[in-house]
């Protein structure tokens, strides 16, 4: 069974950058590809991005300028990385994998992580 | 905003048939398959339906995905307490280029 778990800082000052990292059990990180979401309190789901195993990125144009996702095979880990952050970025990051369907040539989230809130604050 | 458009909750008893709506636009819904996750709060999200209406294995068959046109439906069926959680919505936007969600539905069971 695959297993997700984020970690990383829960405070975060104003303008300085966020690192979150993913560590990633019960499976290789390899041909798949790995994705960074958040909530933002009392909001929905928003994707920030993801990466494959072989280093190519997507990311969200909302924070493209922002946003650094990288990997780690020989730790089966990734990170994220957001830099200049506001109040707005304070959020509940979840890691998740997602998977091609071969047969129905579906993307889907199937494995997540529990979340980990980083509030951004003086 | 959410790009795509839940209802803000839905309720529903034990045993009671409970749908959530999903609307979206010709670049989203329209044009790609629908996903939908089950998230209780303080826990990871489960994936529900994915492609519109397949369940992935373990998911009971109590819950059924449809899609039409622009907008999806996520059933419930013999509404159970332990269905009590939010759901999300999810697909490709294909203007945005970016995954996109519902704001979510928030479900209680009475």
Known sequence: ?122 | QSVLTQPPSASGTPGQRVIISCSGSSSNIGGNTVTWYQHVPGTAPKLLIYNNNQRPSGVPDRFSGSKFGTSASLAISGLRSEDEADYYCSTWDDSLKAVVFGGGTKLPVL
Not at chain 1, 59 to 69: A, C, E, G
């Open chain 1, 1 to 122: 069974q695959v297993q997700l778990q984020e970690s990383g800082p829960g405070l975060v000052k104003p303008s300085e950058t966020l690192s979150l990292t993913c560590s990633v059990s019960g499976g290789s990180i390899s041909h798949f590809y790995w994705s960074w979401i958040r909530q933002s309190p009392g909001k929905g789901l928003e994707w920030i991005g993801y990466i494959y195993d072989t280093g190519s990125t997507k990311y969200n144009p909302s924070l493209k300028s922002r946003v650094s996702i990288s990997a780690d095979t020989s730790k089966n880990q990734f990170s994220l990385r957001l830099s200049s952050v506001t109040a707005a970025d304070t959020a509940v990051y979840f890691c998740a994998r997602r998977t091609y369907d071969e047969v129905t040539g579906d993307y889907y989230f199937d494995y997540w992580g529990q979340g980990i809130l980083v509030t951004v604050s003086s």
